[in-house]
Structures are given as structure tokens and as C-alpha cells.
């Protein structure tokens, strides 16, 4: 989900080396997004190969359904969270599973959307719009600490206090609507990131986007889950887009390293300066790998 357009895939070549995809075979990609990698995954595991995709978004999900409609009915896809993948396996086991978290291009350059600061949107930053707060009502209900922890606790926001005594200042003379309104606030409160290039409000945005959506509810587990459901030597690869979530992936690969599982990556992949220039999004993408052991 963090590509640059469905046909820019992060890590794609790595992704798929990792994984070991090959003709045949039954492969889940969990966040399918706009499916660039689930189409290079179908065509790598052709002529029989099956992809079932997943994903919250409704919206980019109807996209990927239009981009991957020439596969036919070796493509299945579903509005569900990759939480779900056993419940969606029913008892099938996988090849390989691929889970991408982070933004679609579809997602971020959509302003109605609410994820970026880059043009001015309401302040929604839902993955399922048809359920659950906005980003709008957290920063215009939650009190002054709540809104620190949060920054601080998912945004890594060493300036969160002062940023969420800024925003209950300005509410206080008119509810915050949009992103860009709420970026101007966060710029007038955080001092300049000495990351060249980082908007003051990027890790404020992370961090309501996370909180919104609880994308690091249960990742673990949803790992170890995933991870059951894969054949004697099967793969599992995580793509993250930022330190909680990687932390998070490497946790539960060193769980599983211990117990019937092989870690593949002992660092994570990176892209490369080439793909970064391509798609400066791929920038911040680490891509870790385990692989079941093989039945003795």
C-alpha cells in the first residue's frame, strides 16, 4: 500500500524474491491497496496460481478489482482487515502472505480523504469510511493530555505537549475542520525537524492516522495468526512504513524464529537510492521475511 501508484510497488523485486513466488500455489496479499503487488504476484504464479486480496478500504479496493480484473478467477478479493486472514483462508493453507501496511497512493492523494497536509481536506483519515471517529473528532474532542499521548505515543513527536496545548488553544475559538488548518497549527507550535525535508506536521498526521484506524492494535498476534496459516515452507514478508510498526514485525519474527519458524531478514530490506529517487514514498519502507520449517 505504500507505492507511489498501483504500477510502483515498494520493494517489489525484493518482495517477491522473499517470498519465493513461483508458478501455482495459493498466495494472500493482506493489504492489497491499488494491487500492484498482488498483479506481479499473479503473474509470477501463473498459469494456476491464486491470490486472495484483502483489504479495509472499500474505495481502493474497487480500484484494485478494475486493475486486476484480467486475472480472472485466480483473483479473489474481499473487503476485510488482514486480521482476518485465517477466517478468510477457511482452513486453506497459503504459499506465501504479504502484508504492506501504510498509505495507498489512492489513500494520500486524495484530498476528501484527510491524509495529508499537502492539500486542504477534511479532517477524516478513516482506511473504512463507513465506520469509526475521524481524525476531526479526536483533535476536537479529546483533552490536552490524551492528544499529547497520542502524538507522542504514535508520532514519536518529541514536541507533542506544546503541539496539543496548540490545538486546544485553537478550538477553543473554532472547531478544527480541515488538514491543512490543523498543519498550520502543528507548524506554529513545532520547532523545524532537523530531518531535512520532514513537514512539521508529519508526525502528527502519523499519529492520528494510526490512532484512528488502530492500525498497531494486535499487529503481533495478527502476525502470529497469519503466519499459522502457511504450508511447511511458506512465507510471510512485512512491509512497514514507520519504527513502531517495524518494531512491532520484528518482535513477533523473533517469537516465532524460536518455534518452528526461519527469519530470513536479520535486518530489514531497504530500497534502494534508485527506487527512493523513482518514488521518494518507497523512502521510510522495511521489508522483513520468515518462512515456516519445512515438515521433517
Known sequence: MGSDDAHVPVL????????????????????????????????????????????????????????????GERVQLEAADFREIP????????????????L???????PARGFSFQAEGPLDMRFDRRSGMTAGELVNRL???ALADIIHGYGEEPAARRIARAIVRARERARILTTTELAAIVR??????????LHPATRTFQALRIRVNRELEGLGPAIERAAACLRPGG??????FHSLEDRAVKDVFRRLGA????????????????????NPRARSARLRALAREEAA
Not at 500455489?25 to 504476484?41: E, P
Open 259 to 278: 518455534s518452528g519458524f526461519r527469519v530470513l531478514t536479520r535486518k530489514p530490506t531497504r530500497p534502494s537510492e534508485a527506487e527512493v529517487r523513482a
Open 12 to 71: 517489489l523485486a525484493e518482495t517477491l524474491e522473499l517470498l519465493a513466488v513461483r508458478p501455482g500455489g495459493l498466495w494472500v496479499d493482506g493489504t492489497v491497496g491499488l494491487g500492484g503487488h498482488a498483479a506481479a504476484i499473479l503473474r509470477a504464479s501463473a498459469p494456476d496460481g491464486r491470490l486472495l486480496g484483502l483489504d479495509r478500504d472499500g474505495e481502493t479496493l474497487a480500484r484494485a478489482r478494475s486493475a486486476l480484473a484480467s486475472f
Open 188 to 197: 506554529g507550535a513545532a520547532p523545524r525537524s532537523r530531518r531535512r525535508g
Open 104 to 110: 495507498s497512493s489512492a489513500q494520500l492523494d486524495d
Open 235 to 240: 512465507r510471510v514478508t512485512v512491509i512497514a
Open 87 to 102: 477466517e478468510r483462508l477457511g482452513g486453506e493453507r497459503a504459499d506465501g502472505i504479504l502484508l504492506d501496511l501504510g
Open 143 to 145: 483533552d490536552e493530555k
